[in-house]
């Protein structure tokens, strides 16, 4: 991790703080369109989407069970959490706390000298706090816009019997009784967050893309995957064969909108819970010079009886964006073991 700070046009912060009920009371999915703002095109006419864009936000994934069915936080609900969030000192990797029903308690979980003195961590204020500290990113409670509950469709009979047969593998081992139990995240191999889709990570969330007439590059600033470099030439996914952890991208231009078809995952990553057979369906469309409405749908008849679809308000922000190396886990998963088995003897003398 480093100490950076990044910069989103002052627009951003208007828009956010201020933003009109009205506008708010319609889905994110049709946003208002600036009558007199003009789409920067590359020279062959298709849309420029590139530069730095981040993705940060607390909005959460899934809506917080104790809201219900309520779509969007009211005026009031929203300028209380954004207050809240966006503070001197607030922490802001507790994504956690949009799940805290009472404004109290959620306050004071985000504010980090009341933190459990078990989590031995350094201030992220300190470190991971942005110029335009990181709030919601809309009025919507939830990411995910379909189904209409803002939750993730569950999983069928196909899943949990996946989910059985890991267990029965596993046996009776526990999590640190061997390095192929440990995280993908913690051996560097996959974060759960990697695209595609596009998800915000907890932080280092910039996304830099660039484009050519014949290809579109994601760069992703936290990932293990590398760069997704992505043909818009119209040639055919790759073997059946072949399955890769980001999976096999394509894409097309569908008027001013970027279409991202990704498929051909392999069997380890299990995003949500999803199989080998998980596609993903992603659009980018540029609605302002400070914003990308990016939406994705994923389908898995494997895991879920259902499509389902979210949106990631993307905006804009500076560069440059630096390495993000994964080397924790490259180092330290024989000293994590070590740890663990001088707990276990421990443990066995105590009990003698």
């Known amino acids: ?49 590139q530069g730095y864009w981040t993705t940060q936000t607390f909005t959460p994934m899934e809506r917080p069970e104790y809201l219900g069915d309520q779509e969007f936080y009211t005026e009031e609900e929203f300028a209380l959490l954004q207050s809240q969030l966006t503070v001197d000192g607030a922490d802001p990797l507790a994504r956690f706390v949009i799940e805290i029903a009472d404004p109290e308690e959620r306050a004071r979980v985000l504010d980090q000298t009341h933190r459990d003195e078990t989590y031995v961590h350094y201030d992220n204020a300190i470190w991971l706090r942005t110029r335009v500290p990181k709030g919601l990113s809309t009025r919507r409670t939830s990411l995910i816009t379909d189904p209409p509950n803002g939750r993730i469709p569950p999983r069928n009979e196909q899943a949990q019997a996946r989910a059985d047969a890991r267990r029965a593998a596993r046996g009776d081992r526990g999590p640190f009784d061997g390095y192929e139990l440990r995280p993908l995240g913690e051996r560097c191999l996959h974060y759960r967050y990697n695209a595609p889709p596009l998800q915000p990570p907890s932080y280092n969330d910039i996304h830099h893309i660039l484009q050519t007439p014949s290809h579109v590059v994601i760069f992703t600033e936290q990932t293990t995957n590398g760069p997704r470099i992505i043909p818009l030439d119209g040639r055919p996914p790759m073997s059946e064969q072949i399955r890769q952890w980001p999976g096999d991208s394509r894409a097309r231009w569908e008027g001013d909108t970027l279409i991202i078809e990704s498929s051909h995952f392999n069997d380890k990553a299990a995003w949500q819970g999803s199989s080998r057979h998980l596609t993903v369906e992603e659009r980018f469309t540029r609605v302002s010079d400070d914003r990308i409405h990016y939406t994705f749908t994923v389908e898995d008849p494997a895991t879920w009886d259902q499509p389902w679809s979210a949106e990631v308000p993307m905006m804009a922000t500076e560069g440059p964006m630096y390495e993000y190396a994964c080397h924790e886990g490259n180092h330290d998963i024989r000293h994590i073991q070590e740890v663990y088995r001088n707990l276990e003897r421990q443990e066995a003398e105590a009990a003698r």
């Open 1 to 49: 991790m480093h100490h950076r700070f990044r910069t989103v046009a002052i627009l951003l912060a208007i828009a956010v703080l201020a933003a009109p009920a009205a506008a708010q009371s319609q889905s994110e999915s049709a946003p208002d369109a600036d009558p007199v703002w003009e789409m920067p095109r590359l020279p062959g006419g298709q849309p420029d989407l």
